[in-house]
């Protein structure tokens, strides 16, 4: 039987997975969430060790998409989507990096939008109409976005990013793709860029028109595959451990450190969860049992982490069922003030030659603070989620290092952008979609 997504506000009926991506948003504005988590098959938790990531991935996807893809489909979907690895990093003692960043943009996010775009290409398939995906974005997403969906047939992307707020990388890596991907340059704030796409979503006139879908982070496609590289760890860890791993998970909108939480619940045995932030500390807050009260972000130096307001906390809550304390007893927070993230970059590479970007060095740093509490027995893993050249402007001036520039993203630098201005405001964002203006 085909597993079912409920919203986490109860109020929307049951819909399949792909269902559940194709809106995004449930329509009574919750998360979508599986009707129970789904265990992978009998013998897979035994048989981790040998296995490769796409099998894991495979494994842990298949109930999940039962009734929507086949064996066969499902296999050709992960090994598309994840043609790179996450790569386990011994930095001394019990402590370990999870580096995630080994996919086309250089961050975590590769692999939500990879295998996103590549159920979205199977439905796309059976569909007449081209979907129109629209995502707005301060950078890491739409640079994953962008690669992941470029050139799958019936998909048109519009990105739309505030003009001069982007790194140089970022643009580039979205801009300059062309074919499906459509890249408009706002005048404007992140949050001008987001209104955009929302009053696309709610202009009924429009939806009448074109087929609209959305690739942000809450999207239950995304989420899903961050729950493949938890168990990979243990797959890549030589020597045996008394009890199981403590994750620290660098966050923002916690759909990372969510997707751990699903692995656990799919049967991975975790000893705990460190949620790990920077200055915008409303989940470490909370954990240590204040109410929760989201607060307008602050801007950091890891700033795909600079959240108010997880997204995420939702289906968090949800899982748990609302017992507070059992989500602060399995997950512990803290937070990272501006002055430590630096401190941290520099000490991890005159103690240990590693070079971490700045969300990684806010995760090493909350690593640190869990360890005096509970001292040791189990790895403690670290999941970096950048590569450090993406915040090489960030961190050469506080630490003085030169970062080199890998070849391949060199590359991107002199491609030619080709991203069109956006000062029209609505009237000429929806007369642009409904033109099926490359
Ligand atoms: C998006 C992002 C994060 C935060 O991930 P969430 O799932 O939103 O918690 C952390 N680090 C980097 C580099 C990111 O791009």
Same mark, same amino acid.
């Given at each position: 039987m085909a597993l079912k997504f409920l919203s986490t506000s109860a109020r929307s009926a049951p819909v399949s997975f792909f269902e559940a991506m194709i809106q995004g948003l449930a329509p009574d504005g919750g998360l979508y969430m599986p009707s129970k988590i789904p265990a992978p098959a009998k013998g897979f938790w035994e048989a981790l060790p040998k296995l490769s990531f796409t099998e894991i991935a495979y494994n842990l996807a298949r109930p999940w998409l039962s009734g929507e893809l086949s064996d066969a489909q499902l296999t050709l979907a992960v090994e598309d989507a994840f043609h790179f690895e996450p790569e386990l990093v011994h930095l001394h003692s019990n402590q370990f990096v999870l580096e995630l960043f080994h996919g086309p943009t250089l961050a975590f996010k590769d692999f939500g939008a990879r295998f996103m775009a590549r159920l979205f290409s199977e439905v796309a398939d059976r569909k007449e109409k081209t979907v129109h995906i629209l995502v707005a974005t301060s950078g890491d997403t739409g640079s994953a976005v962008a690669h992941g969906f470029y050139?799958?047939?019936?998909?048109?992307?519009?990105?739309?990013?505030?003009?001069?707020?982007?790194?140089?990388?970022?643009?580039?890596?979205?801009?300059?793709?062309?074919?499906?991907?459509?890249?408009?340059?706002?005048?404007?704030?992140?949050?001008?860029?987001?209104?955009?796409?929302?009053?696309?979503?709610?202009?009924?006139?429009?939806?009448?028109?074109?087929?609209? !879908?959305?690739?942000?982070?809450?999207? +239950?496609? #995304?989420? %899903?595959?961050?729950?493949? &590289?938890? *168990?990979?760890?243990?797959?890549?860890?030589?020597?045996?451990?008394?009890?199981?791993?403590?994750?620290?998970?660098?966050?923002?909108?916690?759909?990372?450190?969510?997707?751990?939480?699903?692995?656990?619940?799919?049967?991975?045995?975790?000893?705990?969860?460190?949620? !790990?932030?920077?200055?915008?500390?409303? +989940?470490? #807050?909370? %954990?240590?049992?204040?109410? &929760?009260? *989201?607060?307008?972000?602050?801007?950091?130096?890891?700033?795909?982490?600079?959240?108010?307001?997880?997204?995420?906390?939702?289906?968090?809550?949800?899982?748990?069922?609302?017992?507070?304390?059992?989500?602060?007893?399995?997950?512990?927070?803290?937070?990272?003030?501006?002055?430590?993230?630096?401190?941290t970059i520099r000490s991890l590479i005159q103690n240990h030659g590693y070079l971490a970007c700045p969300h990684t060095a806010v995760g090493l740093w909350g690593a640190a603070q869990?360890?005096?509490?509970?001292?040791?027995?189990?790895?403690?893993?670290?999941?970096?989620?950048?590569?450090?050249?993406k915040f090489r402007d960030v961190i050469e001036p506080e630490t003085g290092v030169k970062i080199p520039v890998p070849e391949r993203l060199e590359r991107w630098l002199v491609k030619e952008k080709k991203s069109l201005p956006l000062n029209g405001g609505y009237e000429q964002f929806s007369e642009l979609l409904r033109s099926g203006l490359e």
């Open positions: 050139k799958v047939p019936g998909v048109k992307v519009f990105l739309l990013y505030p003009k001069g707020k982007v790194s140089k990388l970022q643009e580039m890596q979205m801009t300059t793709l062309g074919e499906n991907i459509t890249t408009l340059e706002v005048e404007g704030v992140f949050d001008d860029c987001q209104a955009l796409v929302k009053r696309a979503f709610t202009d009924p006139e429009l939806n009448s028109i074109v087929e609209l !879908s959305s690739a942000n982070s809450i999207n +239950i496609a #995304r989420l %899903l595959p961050q729950s493949f &590289y938890y *168990p990979f760890v243990i797959a890549r860890l030589s020597e045996p451990f008394q009890t199981p791993p403590v994750f620290s998970v660098p966050s923002g909108n916690f759909g990372n450190l969510t997707g751990g939480l699903l692995a656990n619940m799919m049967g991975m045995p975790i000893r705990r969860f460190i949620a !790990s932030t920077n200055r915008n500390d409303v +989940i470490p #807050r909370f %954990l240590r049992g204040e109410k &929760y009260s *989201p607060a307008p972000s602050v801007q950091t130096p890891s700033n795909a982490m600079d959240v108010g307001n997880p997204s995420n906390f939702e289906r968090i809550l949800h899982l748990f069922e609302g017992d507070n304390e059992k989500l602060r007893e399995r997950m512990w927070g803290y937070a990272c003030s501006d002055q430590e993230t630096f401190n869990y360890q005096k509490s509970d001292p040791s027995g189990y790895p403690l893993v670290t999941l970096a989620t950048a590569h450090p050249v």
